[in-house]
């Protein structure tokens, strides 16, 4: 059974930093796009970042230059280091691996960034 299970979101001040963390398990994803989506309550889930098998990357413009998806296919894990924080990062963040037709959310972790 394919788990995806988040970690790291929580409290910050806005210009601080936060880590996240998706610790995957069932399968193997060294092949998957792994990424980060987020969503504000009464907005869609958007994508964040997103890192492919062979370290390519893509980021929402809102968060170029702050953010940075990193992954470990030895390990099975996804990160996205979160920097200068803004009170609009608030939201409820959720870990996603895709390959082809499947596609795997995590649980989701709420950060909150105050001004």
């Known amino acids: 059974q394919v788990q995806l299970v988040e970690s790291g979101g929580g409290l910050a001040q806005a210009g601080e930093s936060l880590r996240l963390s998706c610790a995957t398990s069932?399968?193997?994803?060294?092949?998957?796009?792994m990424g980060w989506f987020y969503q504000a309550p009464g907005n869609e889930r958007d994508l964040v970042a997103q890192?492919?098998?062979?370290?390519?990357?893509d980021y929402a413009d809102s968060v170029k230059g702050r953010f940075t998806i990193s992954r470990d296919n030895s390990k099975n894990t996804v990160d996205l280091q979160m920097n200068s924080l803004k009170p609009e990062d608030t939201a409820v963040y959720y870990c996603?691996?895709?390959?082809?037709?499947?596609?795997?959310w995590g649980q989701g972790t709420q950060v909150t960034v105050s001004s």
């Open positions: 069932g399968r193997t994803f060294s092949s998957y796009v």
């Open positions: 996603n691996v895709r390959f082809l037709s499947r596609n795997y």
């Open positions: 890192i492919r098998s062979g370290g390519n990357t």
